[in-house]
């Protein structure tokens, strides 16, 4: 996506999920749980966006080439911004990146 869609327009909770390759099975589930999810690309300003929490995606490739999205995010880990940020698979490697971690390519994987 190269713009915010929104999926269960409505809800109450307000999550802003970063697309690095996400299924639609995850977004079907989040709105089933009562999130009103914007997904939006993953290069966006993190910064900028309201949100009750901030859902980094799963996706294919090396995290450590998601330079714009690590600068992005690490921007709202060192802000003052209380609202939880959570991920799944590249979604954790990359908030790991963000936060200052290393991460490195397995044998197999």
């Keep these: 996506f190269k713009e915010t869609v929104v999926f269960g327009e409505g809800n109450p909770i307000k999550v802003v999920a970063v697309d690095c390759g996400i299924k639609h099975n995850i977004i079907r589930l989040l709105v089933k749980r009562g999130a009103e999810v914007h997904l939006v690309p993953w290069d966006q300003d993190l910064l900028s966006l309201e949100y009750d929490g ?6 294919p490739g090396d995290p450590a080439l998601a330079g714009p999205l690590i600068h992005n995010l690490r921007q709202v880990l060192e802000s003052d911004r209380p609202q939880p940020v959570f991920g799944i698979c590249m979604g954790n490697q990359i908030t790991a990146l963000a936060a200052g971690a290393q991460s490195y390519k397995l044998p197999m994987g």
């Design 54 to 59: 901030l859902f980094i995606s799963n996706g």
